[in-house]
């Protein structure tokens, strides 16, 4: 399957239909029906009949569709890891949160370790290591593509580190101009930004 035939949406919603296709099999769940699924994910059945459609012809008309089948084919068929290693790169405050929040049911992966600049958060007891940004390069784990990145100091200079190990994917938390190569994709998360579209689209709403 060639992910550039898939509408973006449909992309977007993959992750969506993998967590709830883990969560009915740890529920001891076999198959499932495009209606039954629609409850779980909150998307009309219709949408995931033609989501799944993509993957192939899958489902049977009053069976459904094979559950370890489909997580197989998530994981497979689609050429993406859904149980990357994640690095962090910044464990102030907001590394911190993201740290304790490291759980995502294994859908996207988990952060396996973190690095920072302050000795006073290396070794710490924290749910994850803390490396010295110093020691990025030895101690990136293997097979790692992606980073999140929370630091304050040396973005650029980070991010360019990053590229040369191996880093393929960025989540930038950081708010500054970055510039990454053509083999890597950055993400950048704007809280601030959001607020401000929400407020202006709920005046907008409610004027």
Partial sequence: MDNKSVPKATLQRYPVYLKALRQLKRLGIERVMSSELSDYVAIKSTTIRRDLSFLGALGKQGYGYDIDTLIEIFNDR???????????????????????????????????????????????????????????????????????????????????????????????????????PKTMTLKTVDVVSAIQELVFETNAIHK
Avoid at 105 to 112: D, L
Avoid at 161 to 178: C, N, Q, S, V, Y
């Fill in 78 to 180: 689609l050429g993406v890891d859904f149980d990357e290693k994640i690095i962090l790169i910044g464990a102030g405050n907001l590394g911190q949160a993201l740290m304790n929040y490291n759980r995502w049911n294994y859908v996207v992966g988990e952060i396996v370790c973190a690095f920072d600049i302050d000795e006073a958060k290396i070794n710490r007891n924290y749910s994850i290591p803390v490396y010295h940004l110093d020691e990025l390069e030895e101690r990136i784990p293997e097979g790692c593509r992606i980073a999140i990145i929370t630091a304050s100091k040396d973005i650029q200079k980070t991010v360019n580190r990053l590229a040369k190990i191996g880093i393929r994917g960025i989540i930038d938390f950081t708010h500054e101009h970055i510039i990454v």
